[in-house]
Every structure is written in structure tokens, then in C-alpha cells.
């Protein structure tokens, strides 16, 4: 296995290995996630966890394989701001958090915030704002409706 790391094949720069290690872990989550379900009983809460299973499987595997036929020079992160990479995961778990308390409006609210801020690199104009903020409105509130009424999904 080091021999296959470490050959021109797969190229031995840190980008390659670690994308090598993250999509073999994530296959691994799909696969005991496919597992887990297994022993649920209602088939309607059966259809959402299987269906993300086999796309992540998917779309590691895609990764895997083009890892190994054409490895890059790159690294996995590339050059980028380390505090909006720490911000998106921060505001992606207080919204997870947030969400029993706030309700799924209120938690995809933190979450657009969080991540329109990380994603932000140029400069803040009044006609960025109000586009942004209202699409994000817009967006959160047809999610709201589509889950709420339009598939009776019983939101907090």
C-alpha cells in the first residue's frame, strides 16, 4: 500500500494522499450509514439516509478513482483564509445546535449568515446586501414551505 502512496501513479504530494484518505473515509461512512438503515422500520424514513449513502458513495468513489488515474500537484486546501474555513464549520454546528431551540428557520438563518460572511471576498455594497440577504430569505423560506407543506415534513 506505501508503495502504491509514495508511487508517480498516484503521486506523492500531500494533496493526493489526503484526498485518498478522506474519500476512503467518507465511503466508509456510506456504506455504515446504508447499514444503519437497515433496522429502521418505516420505510419513509428509510428514503432520505439511503439516497445520501449512495450519493456520497458515489462521489467518493469518482474521487477515488480520479485520484489514482490523475493525481495533482496541488494540495487538498489550496491557499485560501483559514478563519472563513473555521467560521463556516463553527456557524454550521451552532446552527445545528440552534436548531431544537430556534426552529429550522431560525438555525438556516445562523447557517446563511455564517456562510454568506465566509464566502464574502470582495467588498460589501448596499445593493450586494439587500440582493444577498433577500435571496437568502427567499431561499430559506421556499425551503420552509416545500418541507412544511408540500411534503408534511414535520419540522422543529
Known sequence: MSKLINSKKF???QGSIGSF???ALFIMVGIVT???TMSYSDLDSKVFP????IVLILCS???LIFGLLKPTAEEGFGQGSWWRRLLLVITMLISCFAMPHLGFLGAS?????GGLIAAMHGQWTSKKLLLYWGSGALIMIAFYVLFKMVLQVPLP
Open 11 to 13: 503521486g506523492s504530494e
Open 21 to 23: 484518505i478522506v474519500s
Open 34 to 36: 446504508l447499514y444503519d
Open 50 to 53: 439511503r439516497a445520501a449513502a
Open 61 to 63: 468513489s469518482i474521487s
Open 109 to 113: 438563518a445562523i447557517a446563511f449568515i
